[in-house]
């Protein structure tokens, strides 16, 4: 059974920084891409950041040149920093992980539990 686990949320002020953290553990072959996406009350769940397995990155316009992707491919764990925070970076982060539990098998999308980040002003 696949399990991922995000940590590193909680409580910073305005113009300050987390790193939230997100281990994907259990029956893995391969992982392909890994995501953070946040959702806001109220809103949608959006796509924050992306990490392929070959280490291309993209990100929502709305965190660019503040947050930065990364992976740790021997530990199949992906971490988002995040600087400058804003109030309006609020929300419920999940992480997401693409991935294959055995060779030949097809790939599935697993999601982490979420972790609450808040920004107060």
């Known amino acids: 059974q696949v399990q991922l686990v995000e940590s590193g949320g909680g409580l910073v002020q305005a113009g300050g920084s987390l790193r939230l953290s997100c281990a994907a553990s259990?029956?893995?072959?391969?992982?392909?891409?890994m995501d953070w996406y946040r959702q806001a009350p109220g809103n949608q769940r959006e796509l924050v950041a992306t990490?392929?397995?070959?280490?291309?990155?993209n990100y929502a316009d709305s965190v660019k040149g503040r947050f930065t992707i990364s992976r740790d491919y021997a530990k199949n764990t992906v971490y988002l920093q995040m600087n400058s925070l804003n109030p309006e970076d609020t929300a419920v982060y999940y992480c997401?992980?693409?991935?294959?539990?055995?060779?030949?098998?097809?790939?599935?999308?697993?999601w982490g539990q979420g972790t609450q980040v808040t920004v107060s002003s």
């Open positions: 259990g029956s893995i072959f391969r992982i392909d891409d």
């Open positions: 997401n992980a693409v991935l294959s539990e055995r060779p030949g098998t097809l790939s599935y999308r697993y």
């Open positions: 990490i392929t397995s070959g280490g291309s990155t």
